[in-house]
C-alpha cells in the first residue's frame, strides 16, 4: 500500500443552522477531511497544511492525533487558523464563506516527496519511521479544493508538480473542490484547474464544480476533455475521472471503458452534506490503493479491471453515505461503512 502525502487546506468549519443559529464548530477543509479520512480507514497518511498554535489550531490537532493522521512539521506556523462559515438551507445543504490566508510550511517540496515520512509528527509523539517498508518515499499526492488556487501556497504546490517525473511511480490525485466565493476570476482558475488535471492520474469533481467551470457543458464531454480526448491524443490528462451527482451517485470515466460506470447514491437520511465529497474522495483512494492502483505510476490505475474499478467507486459512495448521516465533516471507519 502507497504511503499519501495530502497537500492543502485544513479550517475551522463553523456550522449555521438554517435558522441563523450556529450549530457548532468542527474541524473540517477538503483536503484535511481526505487526509484524516484516509487515516480513519487505516491508510498510511500525512497532511501538510497551515494552521495556527491558537484554540482552533489545537483542534485540528486534536482530530488529527485521534485519527492516526501524520502531520507534517510546521504545518501550524500560521498566524491564524482559517475559517469557513458552512451555513445549511432546510434540506442540510452548506454555502460557506471564508476568513483565511494559505501557504505551506517552508520544508515542502519536491523533496519531502522524495524522502521518507520519517519525519512526520505521529499521534503517539514519536517519530514515524519506515524500517522494512518496500516504498521509502510518499507514493501518492493528493490535491485539492482553494489550496491549488490561493497564493502563496497554490505557487509551491505548481511547483511540486512540475517535479512529479523525478519521483519514480508517484501517483496524483486532485479534486477541485471550488469555492465560488474565493474565485475573484473564473478564466484565471479554469487555467489553473486544468494545469492541475493534466498533471493529474485521478480527478474527482462534483457536478456543482463543473456547471461552475464550464457552465451549460455537459458533465460527459468535461470528463472526455479532462481524459486527455482535447489536449493530445494519448497525452496529458487524467486516467480516471469521476463525478459525484449528489442524490443521484456518482459516475467513473477512464479511457479504455467504452461506457461509464455508475453507482447510486446511498439510501440513507441525511443530516447534512458538509464534507460529503472529501468523505468519497477518502473512500475512492482508499479502495484504489487497496487494489494497489496508487504509487505504481500512471499505468497502474489502467491495469484495474471493470469489476476491481466498481468495487472501490461503491466503496466511495458507501464513505460518502455514512458522512451525510452524521452532522459535519464525520470521517467513518471501515467497520462504521460495513455496518
Known amino acids: 500500500m502507497a504511503k499519501i502525502l495530502c497537500a492543502g487546506e485544513a479550517l475551522i468549519d ?47 490537532r486534536s482530530a488529527a492525533d485521534e485519527a492516526g493522521l501524520k502531520i507534517f512539521p510546521d504545518s501550524d506556523s500560521a498566524a491564524t487558523t ?40 505521529s499521534p503517539d509523539n514519536g517519530p514515524f519511521r519506515n524500517e522494512g517498508s518496500a516504498c521509502p518515499h510518499y507514493g501518492h499526492l493528493h490535491l485539492g479544493s482553494y489550496s491549488t488556487l490561493v497564493e502563496p ?15 519514480e511511480g508517484l501517483t496524483v490525485s486532485y479534486d477541485p473542490n471550488l469555492r465560488p466565493a474565493l474565485v475573484s476570476d473564473l478564466e484565471a482558475a479554469r487555467a489553473r484547474v486544468e494545469e492541475i488535471v493534466k498533471e493529474s492520474d485521478l480527478v474527482k469533481a462534483s457536478e456543482e464544480d463543473l456547471e461552475f467551470l464550464y457552465p451549460g457543458v455537459d458533465r460527459r464531454k468535461v ?31 477512464t479511457p479504455w471503458l467504452p461506457a461509464p460506470l455508475t453507482a447510486p447514491a446511498g439510501a440513507v437520511e441525511v443530516v447534512d452534506t458538509v464534507g460529503a465529497g472529501d468523505s468519497f ?19 497502474a490505475l489502467s491495469t484495474l479491471d471493470p469489476e476491481e474499478l466498481q468495487e472501490c467507486l461503491d466503496f466511495a459512495v458507501a464513505t460518502s453515505a455514512a458522512t451525510v448521516a452524521r452532522a459535519g465533516a464525520y470521517s467513518p471507519t471501515r467497520e462504521e461503512i460495513s455496518a
Do not use: C
Not at 89 to 110: K, M, Q, R
Open 14 to 60: 463553523v456550522v449555521v443552522g438554517p435558522d441563523g443559529v450556529v450549530q457548532g464548530e468542527h474541524p473540517g477543509g477538503s483536503v484535511f477531511n481526505v487526509a484524516r479520512g484516509l487515516a480513519r480507514l487505516g491508510v498510511d497518511t500525512t497532511l501538510a497544511s497551515w494552521w495556527g498554535q491558537d484554540a482552533r489550531g489545537q483542534l485540528l
Open 82 to 121: 482559517p475559517v469557513a462559515r458552512a451555513t445549511l438551507d432546510a434540506n442540510g445543504v452548506a454555502t460557506y464563506e471564508f476568513e483565511l490566508t494559505w501557504d505551506l510550511p517552508d520544508g515542502f517540496g519536491a523533496d519531502s516527496l522524495k524522502a521518507s515520512a520519517a519525519t512526520a509528527s
Open 153 to 167: 501556497g497554490a505557487g509551491k504546490i505548481a511547483t511540486l508538480l512540475k517535479s512529479k517525473k523525478e519521483i
Open 223 to 253: 470528463a472526455e476533455q479532462w481524459l486527455g480526448g482535447r489536449w493530445e491524443r494519448r497525452g496529458p490528462g487524467a486516467q480516471i475521472v469521476v463525478v459525484t451527482r449528489g442524490g443521484e451517485g456518482a459516475e467513473l470515466f
Open 281 to 299: 474522495m477518502a473512500g475512492l483512494l482508499a479502495a484504489l490503493d487497496e487494489n494497489r492502483g496508487l504509487g505504481f505510476g500512471r499505468t
